[in-house]
C-alpha cells in the first residue's frame, strides 16, 4: 500500500480564495483524521470520521472550515474563504478502528500559505 | 498551563549518546502515544503505551500512570535520531498533542 496520500503537498492562495485539501487513506482502514500543525500551537486535531462518517468536529475552528468524506477512500477538507491564519501543515491520518488508541499513519502533509 | 507539557525543548547532543525525552500530563488518560516527525515534515507513530515500557530497537518508551509521565529513551544515538518527537495523550475520546521536543545529534 502506498500509505495515506495527501494533495497537494503546497498551496498558496491569496486570501478569500476557496481551498480543498484532499486525502486518501489507507485502503481498509475505517478510521481518518484531520489534523492541523503550527508552531504557534502544534498538532491539533481538526475533525475525525469512522466508517465515513463524521464523529467528532469540535475542532474545526470556524464554520469557514468544512470537511466531506464521500466514500472510504477519499475525503476533503476545505476552507472558503482563506484567511492568511489558516497558513499551516494540514495532516491527514487514518488508522483500522475509530480509536485514539490504535497506531494511526500519517500522510506527508499540505503546507497551506495563504497570502 | 498546558495539559500536555515537554521536556526539553530543544536537545543538542553528540553521536552515541543516551536521550531522555520527558512528556508530564495533567489530566487522566487511557493511552499515550510518542510520534517522530522527520525534517522533511512526515510524521510516524513509534509506540503506543497505556502501562510499563515498550522496546523497539534502540528506542525504548516507559510511562508511569500515578505519576503522570512517560519517558522516551534513544539509546546509541545517530544523526539520523534527528527529529522532533512529540507526545500526544489520550483523555477520554481526545488526543491532545505536546508541543513536540526537537532533538539534534551532531556526528
Known amino acids: 500500500d502506498a500509505g495515506v496520500i495527501q494533495s497537494p503537498r503546497h498551496e498558496v492562495t491569496e486570501m478569500g480564495q476557496e481551498v480543498t485539501l484532499r486525502c486518501k487513506p489507507i485502503?481498509?482502514?475505517?478510521?481518518l483524521f484531520w489534523y492541523r500543525q503550527t508552531m504557534m500551537r502544534g498538532l491539533e486535531l481538526l475533525i475525525y470520521?469512522?466508517?465515513?462518517?463524521?464523529?467528532?468536529d469540535s475542532g474545526m475552528p470556524e464554520d469557514r472550515f468544512s470537511a466531506k468524506m464521500p466514500n472510504a477512500s477519499f475525503s476533503t477538507l476545505k476552507i472558503q474563504p482563506s484567511e492568511p491564519r489558516d497558513s499551516a501543515v494540514y495532516f491527514c491520518?487514518?488508522?483500522?478502528?475509530?480509536?485514539?488508541?490504535?497506531?494511526?499513519?500519517f500522510g506527508q502533509g499540505t503546507r497551506l500559505t495563504v497570502v | 498551563k498546558n495539559e500536555v507539557e515537554q521536556s526539553p525543548q530543544n536537545l543538542t547532543a553528540q553521536e552515541g549518546e543516551f536521550i531522555t525525552i520527558n512528556c508530564s500530563y495533567s489530566?487522566?488518560?487511557?493511552?499515550l502515544h510518542w510520534l517522530q516527525q522527520h525534517p522533511g515534515g512526515g510524521i510516524v507513530s513509534l509506540f503506543m503505551?497505556?502501562?510499563g515500557k515498550k522496546k523497539h530497537g534502540r528506542l525504548i518508551a516507559t510511562i508511569n500512570i500515578q505519576e503522570k509521565h512517560s519517558s522516551l529513551h534513544i539509546t546509541a544515538s545517530h544523526p539520523r535520531d534527528s527529529a522532533v518527537y512529540i507526545c500526544?495523550?489520550?483523555?477520554?475520546?481526545?488526543?491532545?498533542f505536546g508541543k513536540g521536543t526537537r532533538l539534534h545529534i551532531l556526528p
Open positions: 491520518a487514518s488508522s483500522l478502528t475509530g480509536s485514539f488508541v490504535t497506531e494511526a499513519f
Open positions: 485502503s481498509g482502514h475505517n478510521s
Open positions: 470520521f469512522n466508517n465515513n462518517v463524521p464523529i467528532d
Open positions: 489530566v487522566g488518560i487511557s493511552a
Open positions: 503505551l497505556s502501562s
Open positions: 500526544a495523550v489520550i483523555p477520554d475520546d481526545k488526543i491532545i
